[in-house]
């Protein structure tokens, strides 16, 4: 037999996996906070404007990434990769920071360039925590809350996660501290402390996107002015709002509505927004439709678009179309048959066999 003098190899992982989903299993209170940290990271997200000068320019980066770290740290987490889920939560972290930090004054399509570039010189490093913190709280809203809440020090007791980066000692190498067999074991105490450091993230990156863009603890019914097509602006529709808010401590909500009633910018775009005309049931119909010809035209085609609305109309319990959908899709029958869509694009373009 050929000696193999590795000891951290993925058949073990997937062990630690099997036993970590039982673990789930058995507690889903578990597994379901960690979904809804997910989607309130997610609806994060929305809050960063995309407007046509910033649109791909990369100012949405380095939340990107964050994002993927803190998902890349859950999948370490369910094979047993410890101490590396918690040097991505770092990284998720610190990545959540600068997506503040690079658009601090709204410039970030251009300020981030020389850092999202790589670029082999000492302006385009990622910037230092003490830089980044002087930088967040040069913000008014920011500052005024960290006055009340102390944010700084909320990241300060986080710093242990750097512990993990550098190997400090056995507590944070890859045996955690534990007495332990030296290869990925399933521990669940482990996976306690990761979702606790994994939620005070989530919480702290949430309130500084919040901070920055106050509109978007706004309460106010977009889809009256906008219909289905709300711009990106920093706005949530009140259920988003809803899922941010159930994970943020006792009055992080209510203080940062105060701050945004307080804020100039914040009531300037509200009450523009409130002198639009309301939008009526015929404009909305046509966005919808409008939206629908986009997804068949650059996806799924007509064929499919219909089966995928029967499906849904299935999963809601319904056993038939309301009026209004029969007239939307014959609609969009007749508009698909005329311009050649009914199948999806990459098979009209001949990527699929």
Not at 194 to 211: E, G, K, P, Q, V
Not at 272 to 287: A, C, F, G, K
Not at 305 to 312: A, R, V
Request: negative net charge; hydrophobic residues 35%.
């Amino acid at each position: 037999m050929k000696f193999n003098p590795y000891i951290y190899d993925p058949d073990k992982s997937v062990e630690v996996y099997q036993k970590t989903e039982d673990y789930f299993k058995d507690n889903p209170q578990i597994k379901s906070r960690i979904e809804e940290l997910g989607w309130v990271y997610h609806t994060v997200g929305m809050i960063i404007p995309h407007t046509h000068e910033n649109l791909w320019s990369g100012h949405f980066f380095p939340f990107l990434e964050s994002w993927d770290e803190l998902q890349v740290s859950f999948t370490q987490i369910c094979f047993g990769l410890y101490k590396q889920a918690f040097v991505s939560l770092r990284s998720g972290l610190e990545l959540g920071m600068l997506s503040v930090y690079f658009n601090i004054n709204d410039d970030g399509h251009n300020v981030v360039q020389e850092w999202l570039k790589s670029l082999d010189k000492r302006e385009a490093n990622t910037p230092r925590a003490d830089t980044i913190w002087k930088i967040l709280l040069s913000n008014e809203n920011i500052k005024k809350f960290n006055d009340l809440h102390d944010l700084k020090k909320v990241f300060d007791d986080l710093g242990y996660l750097h512990n993990y980066v550098h190997t400090k000692g056995r507590k944070y190498s890859n045996r955690m501290g534990l007495h332990k067999i030296n290869f990925q074991t399933f521990e669940p105490k482990i996976i306690t402390k990761w979702l606790n450091s994994y939620t005070d993230i989530i919480s702290l990156i949430s309130t500084l996107h919040l901070l920055k863009y106050p509109v978007s603890i706004i309460r106010f019914d977009y889809s009256q002015k906008f219909g289905v097509d709300i711009p990106s602006f920093g706005g949530l529709e009140e259920y988003n709002l809803n899922k941010i808010a159930t994970i943020l401590p006792d009055n992080y909500l209510s203080d940062i509505e105060l701050i945004a009633k307080e804020d100039p910018d914040t009531q300037e775009i509200i009450e523009e927004i409130n002198s639009l005309p309301d939008m009526t049931e015929e404009q909305v119909e046509e966005q919808i439709i409008n939206l629908e010809k986009t997804f068949i035209e650059h996806g799924e085609g007509f064929t499919q678009w219909k089966e995928n609305q029967e499906k849904l109309l299935e999963l809601l319990g319904s056993e038939d179309f309301d009026d209004q959908m029969k007239v939307r899709i014959e609609l969009l029958r007749q508009w698909a048959e005329e311009n050649g869509f009914m199948e999806s694009k990459s098979k009209r373009l001949g990527w699929e066999k």
